[in-house]
C-alpha cells in the first residue's frame, strides 16, 4: 500500500558506490531499513498511546506531530512498512471516532444539564437549589469536551441560568439581611419595654400585677409579630427577651404564692369566728356575756383580711348565718310573742333560702367555668373549683336542714 509521502534516498557515504564493496553497501542499506522501520513502529506505538489517553484536546494535535515525523522517516516500500502504515492510519480514525462519539455524549450531557438549569433559575428554594446549581457544576466539569464551538454555546445558555439564579438569591439575601436588621432593632426595642415591664415593685397591688401582666402578655403577641433576625442574633434576642419575661413572671409566682398563703391564713381565722359564732348561738345562752362575745366576733372579723374570691364569700355566708340563728333566736327568746317568735322564724328561713339560691348561682357559674375551661386552666384549678362546688353543696344542704329546723318549730 503506497503512503502519502515522498520516501527519502539511501543515503549518501563518503566512500563512491564503485568502490565499497557489495556485501558492505548491502549490509548498511539493511541496517537503514530497520532503523526507519523501528522509528516507524515508535511511531506507532505513540500514536496508539494517544489514541488509549482519551485526551481530545491535546490528542489531535499530538497525532499531527505523529504524522509528521512519520513523513520525515524515509520510505523503503516494504510490506512491514506497508502494514505499520495501515495501523498508524486505523489508530487515528480510532481516535477520531472516539472522539467523535464522545462530543456527542458530552453534548447530551450538557444538553440536559441546561435544561435542569432552566429549570432551576426561577426557584425560591435558595439554599437547596443552590448546592443543586453547584452539583450540576461538578457534572458539567465531569462532563467533558463536546468541542469548542458547541461547548462555549451550551456554557452561555448554563451559565446564564445559574447567574440568574445566584443573582436572583443575592438580591433575596440583601433584602433578608436589611429585614433582619429591621427586625432585630424592633426585637431590641421589645426588649427594652420587656425590662420595664419586669421591674415590680413591692408595693404593687392586684391592679398593678394586673396591668403589668397584660403589658407582659402583649409584649409576647408583639413578638410573635416579628420576623426573625439574623442567626447570629436571633437566639440571643430570645434568650434576653424570655429571660425578662421569665424574671417577671418569677415575682408573680412568688406574688401569689405569698397571697395564697395570706389568703389560707385569714380563711383559717375566719373559719375560727365561723365556729365560734356557731357555738355561741348553740348554747341557746343569750345572756350579757354570750351577747358581748357575739358582738365582738364581728370586729375580730373586720379586722381579718381577705380570704380569697371564692372561699371569702362562703366564709361569710356562714358567718353571717351563724351569728343570725344566735340574734334570731335571742330574738325569739325576749320576744315572748308567738306572732312575732313566728314571723321572725318566717323570715330566717326565707333568707336561708336566699342564701340556697345565691349559693345555687355561686355553684351554677364555678359549673360553667369548670365546662368553658380553656387549655391554659390547670387541673389544679379545676379541682380548687369542684371544692368549692362540693363546699356549696353542703352549706345548702345544712341550709336547708335549719330551714327545715325553723319548719319543724313553727309546726309545733
Keep these: 500500500m503506497s503512503q502519502d509521502t515522498t520516501p527519502n534516498t539511501t543515503p549518501n557515504t563518503d566512500t563512491p558506490a564503485a568502490a565499497q564493496p557489495e556485501d558492505d553497501r548491502a549490509a548498511k542499506a539493511a541496517a537503514f531499513a530497520e532503523q526507519n522501520l523501528s522509528k516507524k513502529r515508535e511511531l506507532l506505538a505513540a500514536a496508539q498511546d494517544v489514541v488509549a489517553k482519551c485526551d481530545w484536546r491535546a490528542g489531535g494535535s499530538e497525532l499531527r506531530r505523529i504524522f509528521d515525523e512519520w513523513r520525515q522517516v524515509p520510505y523503503q516500500h516494504t510490506k512491514d512498512e506497508d502494514a505499520l502504515w495501515v495501523e498508524l492510519q486505523a489508530a487515528r480514525q480510532a481516535f477520531y471516532d472516539a472522539r467523535d462519539a464522545a462530543h456527542a455524549e458530552a453534548e447530551k450531557a450538557k444538553t440536559e444539564l441546561v435544561a435542569q438549569a432552566q429549570k432551576l433559575a426561577d426557584s425560591t428554594e435558595w439554599r437547596s437549589t443552590g448546592e443543586r446549581f453547584h452539583e450540576l457544576m461538578d457534572q458539567w466539569k465531569a462532563a467533558g469536551s463536546a468541542g469548542r464551538e458547541k461547548d462555549d454555546a451550551l456554557w452561555e445558555q448554563f451559565n446564564g441560568f445559574q447567574h440568574a439564579f445566584f443573582e436572583r438569591r443575592s438580591t433575596h439575601y440583601r433584602e433578608m439581611d436589611k429585614q433582619h436588621a429591621e427586625n432585630k432593632k424592633a426585637k431590641e426595642a421589645l426588649i427594652q419595654q420587656a425590662r420595664e415591664a419586669s421591674d415590680v415593685a413591692a408595693d404593687w397591688g392586684a391592679a398593678e400585677w394586673k396591668a403589668a401582666n397584660n403589658r407582659m402578655r402583649d409584649l409576647m403577641n408583639e413578638w410573635k409579630k416579628v420576623g426573625q433576625a439574623a442567626r447570629a442574633d436571633n437566639d440571643r434576642l430570645w434568650e434576653e427577651f424570655n429571660g425578662l419575661r421569665q424574671k417577671f413572671f418569677d415575682a408573680q409566682h412568688a406574688h401569689h404564692e405569698e397571697l395564697e398563703a395570706q389568703y389560707q391564713q385569714n380563711a383559717a381565722a375566719k373559719q375560727a369566728l365561723v365556729d365560734e359564732a356557731q357555738r355561741l348561738a348553740d348554747t341557746k345562752d343569750y345572756g350579757r356575756e354570750n351577747t358581748e362575745a357575739i358582738k365582738q366576733l364581728d370586729v375580730k372579723w373586720k379586722a381579718i383580711g381577705y380570704a380569697g374570691r ?103
Design 310 to 412: 371564692e372561699k371569702n364569700d362562703a366564709l361569710w355566708e356562714a358567718f353571717r348565718t351563724a351569728k343570725e340563728g344566735f340574734w334570731d333566736a335571742k330574738h325569739a327568746y325576749n320576744d315572748r310573742r308567738h306572732d312575732e317568735w313566728l314571723q321572725k322564724s318566717q323570715e330566717a328561713a326565707e333568707r336561708r333560702r336566699g342564701q340556697i339560691e345565691n349559693l345555687e348561682g355561686q355553684i351554677e357559674r364555678l359549673e360553667s367555668r369548670i365546662a368553658h375551661a380553656t387549655v391554659t386552666t390547670s387541673e389544679s384549678q379545676l379541682n380548687e373549683m369542684q371544692s368549692w362546688i362540693d363546699e356549696k353543696k353542703e352549706r345548702i344542704a345544712s341550709l336547708q336542714k335549719e330551714i327545715a329546723d325553723i319548719e319543724a318549730r313553727l309546726s309545733k
